[in-house]
């Protein structure tokens, strides 16, 4: 298994821009979840999805953000447009509700953002 | 708004030096996990405990929940280089994880 696959790594994008972060579930994974880290905030839950379906998107800081899951395994992440506090490491992570390793949390190796 | 509180924020210690990190929630968790940064790396999951009072060993590293399933620590024994990181718990709750803000271990050789 590949695990939860996030791209890009690495991002350097000037204030204004568009952002897209893109994540791969681990096959038979229903929940997904994107976080943001920063020094400052710690891991900040921005929103989940069970299903396909967001069910809280309470930790999305505003209106130029969004997420899609138009799939089993794929969501995206948008910052539109993006702004310097955006900068932070953004995780994915997918969890399954059954089986061995239920609800519990494996992490992407994350996609840096950097906004100037 | 449920919450996990965790601490200490820091912790250095020498190489050989016991280190122990505790965690606290608001409210009754259903279960508790925690996780394990490396430094540049992403959260990894270590373990999870689900019954009261339950404790768990792995090697060097001990994991309690207690009684009332609201609060757990993680204890390391001789610690080492290799358990440089941060050390978060994270309640577990109807499909949603609150985690703690994170005890970031430096260890001296």
């Known amino acids: 298994d590949a695990g939860v696959i996030q791209s890009p790594r690495h991002e350097v994008t000037e204030m204004g821009q568009e952002v897209t972060l893109r994540c791969k579930l681990i096959s038979g994974h229903n929940s997904l979840f994107w976080y943001r880290q920063t020094m400052m905030r710690g891991l900040e839950l921005l929103i989940y999805f069970n299903n396909n379906v967001p069910i809280d998107d309470s930790g999305m800081p505003e209106d130029r953000f969004s997420a899609k899951m138009p799939n089993a395994s794929f969501s995206t992440l948008k910052i539109q447009p993006s702004e310097p506090r955006d900068s932070a490491v953004y995780f994915c992570?997918?969890?399954?509700?059954?089986?061995?390793?239920?609800?519990?949390?494996?992490f992407g190796a994350g996609s840096r953002l950097t906004v100037l | 708004g449920q919450q996990v509180m965790q601490i200490p924020q820091y912790q250095h210690v020498q190489e050989g030096e016991d280190f122990t990190t505790y965690c606290n929630s608001s409210?009754?968790?259903?279960?508790i996990q925690w996780y394990k940064q490396r430094p540049g790396g992403h959260p990894v999951f270590l373990i999870q405990l689900v019954k009261s009072g339950e404790v768990k060993k792995q090697k060097r590293l001990t994991f309690q929940f207690g009684e009332a399933k609201k609060n757990s620590s993680l204890h390391i024994t001789a610690t080492q280089t290799t358990d440089v990181g941060t050390y978060f718990c994270a309640g577990y709750n109807f499909n949603k994880f609150y985690f703690g803000s994170g005890t970031k271990l430096n260890v001296k050789p």
């Open positions: 992570a997918s969890s399954s509700g059954q089986g061995t390793g239920a609800n519990v949390l494996t």
């Open positions: 409210t009754t968790l259903s279960n």
